[in-house]
């Protein structure tokens, strides 16, 4: 039996776009929790002075109970959300979190009860290196 061309089309987007679907949003999920792109840093880096970074702070803090990806994607959308964070990257595989922040306007205490009110559990902020 030979398929007609409507036929064709009603059963090729099914058998053919689930891997290409999942395929996209593992890239998706992967560039959301790597950080923006370089070069959108760089473009963003005309406005951030040499006294500015100067002044900024990091800090590792280590989260328990992050088990997926929108647990991570979660914690850095919550982290990014407070004022004084410059920048906070999620680190997956060492369950951390590294934080980019003004210490006039912020302390990592802060950004660790922040983390705990979303039920995870944040341990003792580290400076990073």
Known sequence: M???TAETRL???NRYRTPVRRLLLALA???FLSGSPSWLHLAQASSTTSTQAAELKTVTIPVEGMSCVACAAQIRRTVRAIDGVSSAEVVFAT???RVTYVPDRLSPDRVAAAIN???YRAGLPTEAR
């Open 2 to 4: 030979e398929h007609t």
């Open 29 to 31: 999920a992967a560039a």
């Open 11 to 13: 059963i090729r987007p």
């Open 117 to 119: 009110a979303l039920g």
């Open 95 to 97: 369950r951390s979190v």
